[in-house]
């Protein structure tokens, strides 16, 4: 294990910066996802610290190491990306144990070791098989093991579940925390998908346009945003940011941000008068789409199956002591 920090990191390309001083200490042992929309430098920050992308400025260590300028295989990293890229031609073991074999490594070793990472990975009934007659998932565990079996400091995942279904990619999140658990080393995970990174993370880093807008837990960063930019990317469906005059009417200086489930609807009196527009029936809750003359469009959660026609009149009203303030 190992932790993670940087140091006023800078990239550039050409004359644009991407990354614009990046501080962060990701603590040993932590599960930390990168978050935020495409465009914002999740990728290009993880690159900078596996050493596939050079650093403009600032500084990378790694377990007290500067790694600035060293090499990707002198850091104590392993990398997962999205795709794969496992050997066609080569079985499970033969995939798994294929840096062992690069490395000269003797063969009892790299059984010994293969077949442990087998065993967590629950991999053993397939390390017979060639790629082609794998699941999309145990292709992935395969990429995961075959970097396990080095034995990194640091684990680096680029958005390694977007190629799997939805069903699947739950399946592998569970996965992969459980993996997280077992062998307590340190994990950075790139993701645009903010359930992903809700599910999965000790630690969130939320980037916006080359720098973090805020750093926490989940439930840190769910229940106290810094800025509307996270309240309004964490949180599915996102929540309701009302702005000038309508924000100033509420007590915000600038935004007013209530989630759709702290909204509470009804017939009779209520704090903004609404017509509904669309409904999203999901079973466990029900999605409620309202356009305010007040206040514009409103999203609200009510849990369980309830009834709602298009063009009902109903009202909305915050739940006491549950907005942000902007």
């Given amino acids: 294990m190992a932790d993670v920090v940087l140091t006023d990191l800078r990239k550039s390309f050409g004359g644009l910066e991407v990354i614009k001083g990046v501080d962060l200490h990701i603590e040993s042992g932590e599960f930390c996802v990168f978050v935020g929309p495409s465009g914002c430098g999740k990728s290009t920050l993880l690159r900078m610290i596996s050493g596939l992308e050079d650093v403009s400025s600032g500084r990378i260590e790694i377990g007290g190491k500067d790694v600035t300028r060293a090499e990707p295989k002198d850091r104590g990293i392993a990398m997962v990306f999205q795709s794969y890229a496992l050997y066609p031609h080569l079985t499970v073991r033969e995939n798994i144990g294929f840096g062992l074999s690069l490395a000269r490594r003797p063969k009892a070793e790299i059984k010994e070791k293969v077949d442990a990472v087998a065993r967590t990975l629950q991999l053993e009934d397939y390390l017979d098989r ?45 996965e992969l925390t459980d993996l997280h658990a077992k062998l307590g080393t340190t994990m950075i995970y790139v993701t645009h998908d903010q359930v992903e990174a809700m599910t999965m993370a000790d630690k969130i880093v939320v980037l916006n346009g080359g720098r973090i ?9 769910y229940d106290r945003p810094a800025t509307p930019f996270v309240a309004g990317f964490i949180g599915s469906p996102k929540m309701n940011l009302l702005e000038g005059e309508a924000a100033r009417k509420m007590g915000a200086r600038e ?72």
């Fill in 213 to 221: 807008e805020q750093v926490g837990a989940p439930m840190e960063l």
């Fill in 255 to 326: 935004v007013y941000g209530i989630r759709p489930e702290h909204l509470v609807l009804s017939e009779g009196d209520g704090r903004w008068a609404g017509t509904v527009r669309h409904v999203e029936r999901l079973g466990a809750d029900t999605i409620v789409h309202l356009e305010s003359r007040e206040v514009g469009p409103l999203l609200a959660r009510v849990e369980g199956h309830r009834e709602f026609r298009l063009g009902q009149e109903v009202t909305a009203s915050p739940a006491e002591g549950r907005a942000v303030l902007f």
């Fill in 130 to 174: 060639k790629p082609k007659a794998l699941s999309g998932g145990q292709r992935q565990r395969v990429a995961i093991g075959r970097s396990i079996v080095r034995d990194p400091s640091v684990f680096l995942f680029d958005e390694p579940l977007s190629n799997l279904d939805a069903a699947l990619r739950a399946q592998m999140r569970i």
